[in-house]
């Protein structure tokens, strides 16, 4: 069974950086068949996929983040990371990371889902 | 604003049968699956459909996905109260080359 586990902390400040770890057990994480995401939701907002990472350490952003975000991996570690710079209120939300899957058929970049997701971490940002 | 749009709200009564829309582009919905999420407060989202039309296992024929150009649906018969939720559409942005969610649909049984 794979289970996902968000951990970092619950308040940062205005202008600094917002680290997030995600520890993934089960044994999925070496495998090359998954990307590896970070979903956030603001309050009484929609989701937002913020980005994904391969094994290989290949990466895909969304474009309105891109310029702040950085998503890294440690295979040794089972885990994977998310650095968001220069956070502001705007950037308060449940941040969740998810295992990304393909079934069915061939597995194009698009053809992925999110099948496993952690519970989800409240980060506030103020001062 | 989502690059995918729904309806905010939507309602039907138990054993009613509901369809939540979600609209698109030619570069995310009209290009590329329709991926469908069930979200209930203070959990994390479960995946309902994959492929525009796949139910995973252990998600009942209840629900059904379909996609038209670059529109697609879900359909809920036989409402019951547990599927009182928030209900997200997803799909690949080919322009902008990442995921993209619908704005949710909050459903309720009344």
């Known amino acids: 069974q794979v289970q996902l586990q968000e951990s970092g902390p619950g308040l940062v400040m205005p202008s600094q950086t917002l680290s997030l770890t995600c520890t993934v057990s089960?044994?999925?994480?070496?495998?090359?068949?998954?990307?590896w995401s970070w979903i956030r939701q603001p309050a009484g907002k929609a989701l937002e996929w913020i980005g994904r990472?391969?094994?290989?350490?290949?990466?895909n952003y969304n474009p309105s983040l891109k310029s702040r975000v950085t998503i890294s991996i440690d295979t040794s570690m089972s885990q994977f990371s998310l650095r968001l710079s220069s956070v502001t209120a705007a950037d308060t939300a449940v941040y969740y990371c998810?295992?990304?899957?393909?079934?069915?058929?061939?597995?194009?970049?698009?053809?992925?889902?999110?099948?496993?997701w952690g519970q989800g971490t409240l980060v506030t940002v103020s001062s | 604003q989502s690059v995918l749009t729904q309806p905010p709200s939507a309602s039907g009564t138990p054993g009613q049968r509901v369809t939540i829309s979600c609209s698109g582009t030619?570069?995310?919905?009209?290009?590329?699956?329709v991926f469908w999420y069930q979200h209930l407060p203070g959990t994390a989202p479960t995946l309902l459909i994959y492929?525009?039309?796949q139910r995973p296992s252990g998600v009942p024929d209840r629900f059904s996905g379909s996609k038209s150009g670059t529109s697609a649906s879900l359909a809920i018969s036989g409402l019951r109260s547990e599927d009182e939720a928030d209900y997200y559409c997803?799909?690949?942005?080919?322009?902008?080359?990442?995921?993209?969610f619908g704005g949710g649909t909050k459903l309720t049984v009344l």
């Open positions: 998810a295992r990304e899957a393909c079934t069915g058929g061939v597995c194009y970049r698009s053809s992925y889902y999110f099948d496993y």
């Open positions: 089960g044994d999925s994480f070496s495998s090359s068949s998954y990307y």
């Open positions: 990472l391969y094994n290989t350490g290949t990466t």
């Open positions: 030619s570069s995310n919905i009209g290009s590329n699956y």
């Open positions: 492929r525009n039309n």
């Open positions: 997803a799909a690949w942005d080919d322009s902008l080359s990442g995921h993209v």
